[in-house]
């Protein structure tokens, strides 16, 4: 018998509203500039347009097609193959957007200014996905709490939300994204980017995209294996601690995503297509991994919280 939890249900609300509310202050910043661009001349940047016309076209869909709470809430079996799917068109929409990007700039530095510049689309879309996946981590350790007499997995959960944490100060260079401060001299004169940050201190920045290749390649491994592995050891559990651990496992369709990363990884570690993709081209490697990040610990949640019989539709796995 297939289910419906009711977390997804409540997910696709906050989806839409995220869609809506994203595109409609896209709409607003290019309703702007395009008033600037008629009063002062000021040149007016078409992306914005673009962005709010596909997350509003987006949002509507999701609003009138079923198969948005589909795939955040069901566990049936042509769900999952539509998660299968999706994760896929995510990976070839990534390719497209990064390409798009490379095309239309005149040249490498107008390609590196309007992505990875401060304030662009990639810093903040990072910064916006670790602060949701701290939270939802958060979460899980509250229903970690709730569920077992065991503390340990709870404050698990609790620490990888403070890892997350470590990270998102470290995009924002502790802050100075934001505030703008002076970088101390003492880390002036050792930071590659002359920022407030760790990463880019001397022997880490020399060893960094080593370093990333080998840490992606650990993750892409563990979220291929896990799923198998977790799958014949359950056989031997009960139906409570089967359910408890499955959803606690990476979603096995999940895979495209991290070997997006690790490829992105291993062209930058290796200098590999130099013409194709550039050290900077890392950061889009970073945004996906936040991304699915947050999208496996979305999923634990949902499949943390309560679950509604539906119409059998055929022996399901869940989501």
């Not at 977390?7 to 600037?36: D, E, N, P």
Request: proline fraction near 3%; charge should be neutral; aromatic fraction near 10%.
């Amino acid at each position: 018998m297939s289910r419906r939890y009711v977390r997804g249900v409540r997910l696709k609300s906050w989806v839409l509203t995220g869609l809506f509310g994203v595109g409609g202050v896209c709409a607003l910043v290019a309703l702007i500039q395009l008033a600037l661009l008629l009063v002062n001349g000021t040149a007016a940047d078409s992306g914005w347009w673009v962005l709010a016309l596909v997350l509003l076209a987006l949002g509507g869909w999701g609003r009138a097609s079923g198969l948005l709470v589909r795939l955040l809430a069901d566990d049936a079996p042509g769900a999952n193959r539509a998660r299968q799917v999706t994760v896929w068109l995510l990976v070839v929409a990534m390719v497209l957007l990064i390409t798009g990007l490379k095309l239309s700039s005149p040249d490498l530095d107008a390609y590196k200014r309007l992505v990875f510049g401060e304030g662009g689309l990639v810093e903040w879309g990072q910064v916006l996905l670790l602060a949701a996946a701290i939270r939802v981590s958060w979460l899980i350790g509250d229903d970690l709490f709730r569920r077992l007499d065991d503390a340990r997995p709870g404050w698990l959960a609790r620490g990888f939300a403070g890892l997350l944490g470590l990270l998102l100060l470290e995009e924002l260079a502790w802050g100075q994204v934001i505030f703008s401060w002076q970088t101390p001299e003492a880390i002036r004169t050792i930071n590659a980017q002359q920022e407030t940050t760790l990463h880019n201190i001397g022997w880490f920045q020399d060893r960094l995209d080593g370093f990333t290749f080998v840490a992606m390649l650990v993750v892409l491994l563990a979220v291929v294996l896990a799923p198998r592995l977790v799958r014949r050891w359950l056989r031997h559990q009960s139906s409570e601690n089967r359910s408890l651990v499955w959803a606690l496992t990476p979603a096995s369709y999940s895979w495209p995503l991290f070997l997006f990363v690790a490829v992105i990884a291993y062209c930058v570690a290796t200098r590999s297509f130099p013409e194709l993709l550039h050290n900077r081209d890392q950061e889009w490697g970073e945004l996906v991994l936040y991304g699915s990040a947050l999208l496996l610990l979305l999923r634990m949640r949902v499949l943390l919280g309560t679950a509604e019989c539906q119409a059998p539709e055929r022996d399901a796995e869940a989501p």
